[in-house]
T-cell receptor, first 115, second 109 residues
C-alpha cells in the first residue's frame, strides 16, 4: 500500500462505547496529524506528533486520546463521545524540516457518527 | 490559531466560465498551500506559494500570494466539471498548517 490509509472508513457508535481510529503512513514522514472536519467549519487541528512525540494538543477534550507507537502509526482512541463529535476525522503525515512543514498527505478519513 | 477566511463559501458556475476564490488573514504566513478535496477523499495538495507576490500557474489554475504574505487567491480559467470540489487554503506557521473553511465549487456541464 502507498500513502496514508485510515480505518475504519465509517464508524457508528453510542455515547458509552469505546472505539479507536487507526492511521498508517507508508511515506517515511516524520510527522503525523489528526484533524477534525465538520461541515462549514475549517479543518480543526487536534493533535500533532513529530518523531513520535506529541507536540500539539489544541484543547481537545479528554474523551479523545491519541497514541503514536512509532513514526508510521497513529491512533485516536474514542471514549464516551457526544453527538457533536460526529464528523470526518482526517489523518495526515508530512516531512518537517528546517524549511518548515511540507505538503500534508491525507488519508481518506474516518466518518464518525455518534448516536 | 491563525485564522484564514475563504470567500465565497459556495460557487456554482457554468462550464467555460472563470472563477476566483479568495483566502484572507490578518496573520503572516511563511507559506500558503491550496488543496482540493473531493467527496469521500482527503484533501490533495494543488500548490504551495512561498514568496510574497508570487504567482504560480498550474494549467488553467493561477495562484497568487499577497505581497504581505497574508492573503492568496485561486483563479480558474474556463472551468470544467472536473474542477468541481472543495478548495481549501492553508497557511503555514510554526511547523503547522491552519486551514480555511473552504469554498465549494460546482461546475455545471
Amino acid at each position: 500500500e502507498t500513502g496514508v490509509t485510515q480505518t475504519p472508513r465509517h464508524l457508528v457508535m453510542g455515547m458509552t462505547n469505546k472505539k479507536s481510529l487507526k492511521c498508517e503512513q507508508h511515506l517515511g514522514h516524520n510527522a503525523m496529524y489528526w484533524y477534525k472536519q465538520s461541515a462549514k467549519k475549517p479543518l480543526e487541528l487536534m493533535f500533532v506528533y513529530n518523531f513520535k512525540e506529541q507536540t500539539e494538543n489544541n484543547s481537545v477534550p479528554s474523551r479523545f486520546s491519541p497514541e503514536c507507537p512509532n513514526s508510521s502509526h497513529l491512533f485516536l482512541h474514542l471514549h464516551t463521545l457526544q453527538p457533536e463529535d460526529s464528523a470526518l476525522y482526517l489523518c495526515a503525515s508530512s516531512q518537517v524540516g528546517r524549511e518548515g512543514i511540507g505538503e500534508l498527505f491525507f488519508g481518506e478519513g474516518s466518518r464518525l457518527t455518534v448516536l | 490559531t491563525q485564522l484564514l477566511e475563504q470567500s465565497p463559501q459556495f460557487l456554482s458556475i457554468q462550464e467555460g466560465e472563470n472563477l476566483t476564490v479568495y483566502c484572507n488573514s490578518s496573520s503572516v504566513f511563511s507559506s500558503l498551500q491550496w488543496y482540493r478535496q473531493e467527496p469521500g477523499e482527503g484533501p490533495v495538495l494543488l500548490v504551495t506559494v512561498v514568496t510574497g507576490g508570487e504567482v504560480k500557474k498550474l494549467k488553467r489554475l493561477t495562484f497568487q500570494f499577497g505581497d504581505a504574505r497574508k492573503d492568496s487567491s485561486l483563479h480558474i480559467t474556463a472551468a470544467q466539471p472536473g474542477d468541481t470540489g472543495l478548495y481549501l487554503c492553508a497557511g503555514a506557521y510554526d511547523y503547522k498548517l491552519s486551514f480555511g473553511a473552504g469554498t465549494t465549487v460546482t461546475v455545471r456541464a
